[in-house]
C-alpha cells in the first residue's frame, strides 16, 4: 500500500511540474490561431478557444515581418559562437583540469569570475572593440561579442566535466591507442620484411 501511494504521489508530481512546464507552449499555440476578437474579448474563456480558428496571424508573421530573415541571422550567429566557443573552451577546460596545484583551481576560478562581470560594464570598451573592427550593424559583431561571455562558462562547466573523468581511464585510453599503432606498425614491417628479404637475396641478372 506504501509503495503504490509512493507511486502515485510520484506521478502527481511529475503531471504537475510537467503541466505547468508544457502551460507556456499550450498558451503560446492558443494565440497563433485565435481571432483578434477572441484574444481582447474580455468575457471569453482564455483557455480555450471562444471562436474560429485562423491563420491571419502565420500569415503576418511570414508575408508582413521579416520573421525568416532574423531567423537565419540566428542561426548563423548560435552556429558560429558554439563553434568558437568549443574550439576555445575544450583545450582551456582539458589544460585547467588536469593542472595539478593551486594554480589550476585558482586559473579556474578567475575565468569564472569574468563571467560574473555585468554586461553592462563591458558594452563601453565592447562597442570600441567592435567599432574599430569596422563590425557596426553587422551580424560579426554579435559573433565577436557573445563568446566573451559563452567561453568561460563553458569553460567552467567543462573543467567539472573533465575531472570528474578518472585519469587511469584516459592513461588506459592512450596506452590502447599507443599499443594499437605500435601492433600496426609492426605487422606492417613484418608484411614488407620477407619482400625485401626476397629481393635482396634474388641474384642479380
Given at each position: 500500500?506504501?509503495?503504490?501511494?509512493?507511486?502515485?504521489?510520484?506521478?502527481?508530481?511529475?503531471?504537475?511540474?510537467?503541466?505547468?512546464?508544457?502551460?507556456?507552449?499550450?498558451?503560446m499555440?492558443?494565440?497563433?490561431?485565435?481571432?483578434?476578437?477572441?484574444?481582447?474579448?474580455?468575457?471569453?474563456?482564455?483557455?480555450?478557444?471562444?471562436?474560429?480558428?485562423?491563420?491571419?496571424?502565420?500569415?503576418?508573421?511570414?508575408?508582413?515581418?521579416?520573421?525568416?530573415?532574423?531567423?537565419?541571422?540566428?542561426?548563423?550567429?548560435?552556429?558560429?559562437?558554439?563553434?568558437?566557443?568549443?574550439?576555445?573552451?575544450?583545450?582551456?577546460?582539458?589544460?585547467?583540469?588536469?593542472?595539478?596545484?593551486?594554480?589550476?583551481?585558482?586559473?579556474?576560478?578567475?575565468?569564472?569570475?569574468?563571467?560574473?562581470?555585468?554586461?553592462?560594464?563591458?558594452?563601453?570598451?565592447?562597442?570600441?572593440?567592435?567599432?574599430?573592427?569596422?563590425?557596426?550593424?553587422?551580424?560579426?559583431?554579435?559573433?565577436?561579442?557573445?563568446?566573451?561571455?559563452?567561453?568561460?562558462?563553458?569553460?567552467?562547466?567543462?573543467?567539472?566535466?573533465?575531472?570528474?573523468?578518472?585519469?587511469?581511464?584516459?592513461?588506459?585510453?592512450?596506452?590502447?591507442?599507443?599499443?594499437?599503432?605500435?601492433?600496426?606498425?609492426?605487422?606492417?614491417c613484418?608484411?614488407r620484411w620477407?619482400?625485401?628479404?626476397?629481393?635482396?637475396?634474388?641474384?642479380?641478372?
Amino acid at each position: 500500500m506504501r509503495k503504490l501511494a509512493g507511486r502515485a504521489s510520484l506521478y502527481a508530481t511529475v503531471t504537475a511540474f510537467a503541466a505547468v512546464l508544457a502551460f507556456p507552449f499550450y498558451w503560446m499555440l492558443l494565440a497563433t490561431f485565435k481571432t483578434d476578437r477572441d484574444l481582447y474579448e474580455l468575457k471569453n474563456n482564455p483557455l480555450i478557444f471562444n471562436d474560429h480558428l485562423t491563420l491571419a496571424n502565420l500569415q503576418l508573421l511570414f508575408e508582413k515581418t521579416l520573421y525568416l530573415t532574423w531567423l537565419w541571422n540566428t542561426l548563423i550567429v548560435g552556429g558560429l559562437v558554439v563553434l568558437i566557443t568549443l574550439a576555445l573552451a575544450l583545450p582551456a577546460g582539458y589544460a585547467l583540469a588536469r593542472l595539478t596545484g593551486k594554480w589550476g583551481e585558482r586559473l579556474g576560478i578567475g575565468i569564472f569570475l569574468t563571467y560574473l562581470v555585468p554586461s553592462t560594464l563591458l558594452f563601453i570598451p565592447m562597442s570600441r572593440i567592435v567599432a574599430t573592427l569596422g563590425l557596426q550593424d553587422t551580424l560579426w559583431a554579435l559573433v565577436v561579442v557573445y563568446p566573451s561571455f559563452t567561453i568561460p562558462f563553458c569553460v567552467w562547466l567543462l573543467m567539472g566535466f573533465f575531472k570528474s573523468i578518472p585519469k587511469d581511464i584516459e592513461e588506459a585510453a592512450m596506452w590502447t591507442a599507443a599499443a594499437g599503432r605500435a601492433r600496426s606498425c609492426r605487422s606492417l614491417c613484418r608484411s614488407r620484411w620477407p619482400a625485401s628479404c626476397r629481393r635482396s637475396s634474388s641474384p642479380s641478372r
